[in-house]
């Protein structure tokens, strides 16, 4: 949106839940924004209990001297790309299928937590992220991953999971890097590239190990025919 727009604004949820469509077309983007014109999608519902429609925007905005212009749904082949399609994706895994609608990988953010420092003694030491909880999770497992930090960036494994292999420990979210940041870094940019397998009980913490092991050298031939991605958030 940056790059297609002088201005983005992020309007706070609180201040238009409780407004008709009429309200919201007169007040908000009428009147506060003084917006002389609306795109949206055919699919599109705006005010309260999403009552507003492109059809009622269309003509009360004839009113309000707003021009209201209904842009055909984006597909991608024959799919319709939508928020609900790409959740959908995300939470079985697919994020190949989700880079082709998005055109990206699907990307996480969080800040860089202390862990228990389980990994590191198993030979693969990670990073440990803090997510945002109110933000969708994907399925639970093992992804190749490609992560940016400030001043560097690196492909290596995102685990999200329980943990079920050592019963007892909290869900954890990390990525072990391919290769090691010069300082440690504070926040990452993952994106994720492919779903490699789902979270698994091991029967020992050696067949654990020899998993990881066997993830690693997967990803890193499936990297052999990926090319990098460019970060959203870090370096901008």
């Not at 290769?179 to 990452?188: Q, V």
């Not at 397998?197 to 067949?207: H, K, L």
Request: hydrophobic content about 40%.
């Amino acid at each position: 949106l940056q790059e297609l727009a002088d201005e983005v604004e992020v309007v706070p949820w609180e201040r238009v839940r409780d407004l008709s469509p009429e309200e919201f077309l007169e007040k908000e983007m009428k009147g506060r924004l003084c917006g002389r014109a609306i795109l949206m999608g055919p699919d599109h519902r705006f005010g309260r209990g999403r009552a507003g429609t492109p059809e009622l925007a269309q003509k009360l905005g004839a009113a309000l001297g707003l021009e209201v212009h209904v842009v055909p749904s984006f597909r991608v082949g024959e799919e319709v790309v939508s928020s609900r399609r790409i959740r959908e994706l995300l939470s079985r895994g697919e994020v190949e299928r989700a880079w082709e609608l998005l055109g990206r990988p699907p990307a996480l953010f969080g800040e860089v937590v202390h862990g228990l420092g389980l990994a590191r003694t198993l030979g693969f030491p990670t990073l440990n992220l803090s997510l945002d909880p109110l933000l969708l999770r994907p399925r639970e497992g093992v992804y190749l991953a490609w992560v940016f930090w400030e001043g560097g960036n690196a492909p290596g494994l995102f685990y999200h999971g329980k943990r079920p292999t050592f019963p007892g420990l909290s869900p954890s979210s990390e990525v072990h890097l391919f290769s090691s940041p010069a300082s440690p870094p504070r926040f990452l940019e993952v994106h994720l590239l492919r779903f490699l397998r789902p979270d698994t009980r091991f029967p020992s913490q050696e067949a654990l190990v020899g998993q990881i092991q066997a993830d690693v050298e997967a990803g890193k031939e499936a990297l052999r025919k990926i090319s990098p991605p460019r970060p959203i958030l870090v370096g901008v």
